[in-house]
């Protein structure tokens, strides 16, 4: 049953636009549509603006709801839609009012049916096979208009983007993902061919990231004026970028879903997997069929706008299917556009209210980075210096990047093992160190601190446990940073002193673990470490050294480390490999992100799907 309507709110219609609606909506059946091109409907620009729309249909939509199988008003209103959506194919150089009227009503009804009606129950209330060839209109011009060549164009095509997100909120009013989603089912198991060209489409909208066009040319209006100047609105609340926001709402929505749908996640995958950097191919040779975009330009979005969730989300899906892409990125040289602003929200992130779903998706992007060598050995070569949001340590000036990174995700593992207890953070973290530990070199000072005393308070928490289960979580973490240590003293001890330094002043650290079969192996090799430079420094027969001076005996005495003296063990590596429930986390998170955009209403009382998001973000 559809809900009850409010009744404190604004109207959103005229007194006339209401009278209309009440028609289409009575126990008689509507035989003309004249009113459609009378007066143009109000327009969607804030929050407040989409919770008076709601509001405002709640009733209407019950109405329709009981006599619409009887008056079939829904059914011909959405074939006159479909008649309309004909004739833009052949001109729409500019929009009907009709037309946009025609849209916005169908998404509104079709909005309230979604949320509020069983499969079955929809099934009622239209014809069969009708959806599907509304669905074919809408793709064809999804992927065809340009809704740059004039303001009608561009506030349609917004429309089509909020009936395509529309059209799949059977999902987000689920109690659990894959039961029956009625206008899902028919986008996915009938339009897969035509997933490469909505991809194609929906990227170039985000990267071009367009505003609306001036909407008259005979007033200096821009878009910008337009939607500051709309009732009541706030700043903060106006979408100024709807097309591409929302073309990358929808882009996710569809890219996230089930391998239920075979068929439509190996096209749309494909799609992404074969995009193309346009400046790597000549256009007058290369492949017709071939989609090229700009890299850079996407590049620049991500580095620019990470801390945006639904880019975030973008970027991560582009960097594991598209290995142009993955490569694109390795390869640059200012590496550290990207890195900090992902370590800065991790930084940050992992304090107060913190929003797992996000630190989750961050630091699998640093583990799909830290897979390659190449990359590993480039960011400890680039110094970042001045690093203001990182208070950890105020008077650190200068650190390779690979330190910083170092740092941040010893804090992050630190901190959940202290709150969140989330097994997949500090593996993780402790995977991406891993990773990059064969290639870690001029090792700062704290770096080296930091790496010891997080084996400090692993070994002295591990010896306290009783649990047997909390013990084998821990004796995996000792094994992971143990298994970090003999890397960097294995591949690069002469470049790591201060590693070295660390150890020194902390002999006894490893002493008993000695006995664990698992950790004996590894501890052997770095108590040969500690060993002879205890020698070679006791050697010097220095009365009370500095600092400074045991670091220069432990750099004399590295030129004459025998290579041979470490048993050589197999180089452990950390690959990400997406798991085929991975929608069961992605679906949800992006319905919330969706949700939180307000630019179309949903009550969270109906939303059931966002208890899945709530519950993965809830503290421990």
């Not at 009887?70 to 929009?95: P, S």
């Not at 446990?465 to 992971?480: A, G, I, P, S």
Request: contains cysteine.
């Amino acid at each position: 049953m559809l809900r009850k309507q409010s009744t404190s709110h604004h109207p959103f219609f005229s007194h006339t636009q209401l009278n209309h609606l009440k028609a289409l909506t009575s126990s008689s059946p509507l035989s003309e549509y004249t009113f459609l091109s009378q007066e143009k409907l109000p327009v969607c620009h804030t929050p407040q603006d989409a919770y008076g729309l709601e509001m405002s249909t709640v009733g209407l939509s019950n109405e329709l709801a009981a006599h619409n199988p009887d008056t079939h008003n829904l059914t011909h209103l959405i074939h006159h839609l479909i008649e309309l959506l004909n004739q833009l194919q052949v001109n729409y150089e500019v929009i009907p009012i009709e037309t946009y009227n025609t849209l916005f009503l169908v998404r509104i009804f079709v909005k309230q049916f979604a949320g509020n009606m069983t499969h079955t129950e929809i099934i009622h209330q239209l014809e069969d096979n009708q959806c599907e060839e509304l669905m074919d209109k809408l793709i064809y011009l999804l992927c065809n208009m340009d809704s740059n060549v004039n303001y009608s164009m561009y506030e349609f095509y917004v429309e089509i983007l909020n009936m395509f997100i529309v059209l799949l909120s059977t999902q987000l009013h689920s109690h659990k993902l894959c039961q029956d989603d009625y206008f899902l089912n028919i986008l996915l198991n009938k339009f897969h061919n035509r997933a490469e060209s909505i991809v194609a489409k929906l990227l170039e909208n985000i990267i071009e990231q367009k505003t609306a066009p001036v909407q008259s040319s005979n007033v200096m209006f821009t878009a910008y004026n337009y939607f500051f100047a709309t009732r009541h609105n706030s700043h903060s609340d106006i979408d100024i970028t709807p097309v591409s926001d929302r073309s990358l709402l929808l882009l996710l929505l569809l890219g996230m879903q089930s391998s239920v749908y075979t068929e439509w996640r190996k096209s749309f995958r494909s799609a992404i997997a074969s995009l193309n950097d346009h400046h790597a191919y000549d256009m007058d040779t290369s492949d017709c069929k071939m989609h090229l975009i700009s890299f850079k330009s996407l590049f620049d979005i991500f580095s620019q706008s990470i801390h945006t969730e639904e880019k975030m989300l973008l970027f991560y899906l582009i960097l594991i299917e598209n290995e142009s892409f993955r490569v694109f990125v390795l390869s640059r040289t200012d590496q550290e556009t990207i890195y900090l602003p992902i370590l800065k929200l991790l930084y940050e992130s992992i304090e107060g209210k913190t929003n797992y779903c996000q630190l989750y998706v961050l630091i699998t992007i640093l583990l799909i980075l830290s897979q390659d060598d190449v990359n590993n050995e480039a960011i400890q070569k680039i110094i970042v210096h001045n690093i203001t949001w990182f208070t950890e340590r105020p008077l650190l000036k200068s650190i390779s990047l690979g330190g910083l990174m170092t740092l941040v995700l010893i804090r992050t593992l630190q901190l959940n093992l202290s709150h969140q207890k989330d097994i997949y953070i500090h593996t993780t973290c402790l995977g991406i160190l891993l990773n990059m530990s064969s290639a870690m070199s001029e090792m700062h000072a704290y770096v080296a601190q930091r790496i010891v005393s997080l084996f400090e308070l692993l070994s002295k928490r591990h010896m306290k446990l009783k649990e047997e289960e909390d013990m084998v979580v821990y004796e995996d973490l000792l094994c992971l940073l143990l298994e970090i240590i003999n890397s960097i003293l294995t591949y690069k001890l002469k470049h790591n002193i201060q590693l070295i330094y660390a150890l020194l002043l902390k002999p006894d650290l490893f002493t008993h673990l000695e006995h664990y079969p698992r950790l004996s192996e590894l501890i052997e090799n770095i108590e040969l470490v500690i060993n002879y430079f205890n020698d070679r420094v006791a050697e010097a027969n220095l009365r009370a050294p500095s600092s400074n001076e045991v670091l220069k005996l432990i750099e004399q005495a590295s030129r004459t480390w025998p290579l041979h003296k470490l048993t050589i063990l197999p180089c452990l590596k950390f690959q990400f490999h997406e798991e085929e429930v991975s929608y069961e986390f992605f679906i949800p998170y992006i319905w919330a992100l969706i949700q939180r955009k307000s630019f179309i209403y949903w009550s969270e009382d109906t939303c059931h799907l966002l208890e899945n998001y709530q519950w993965m973000n809830m503290e421990a």
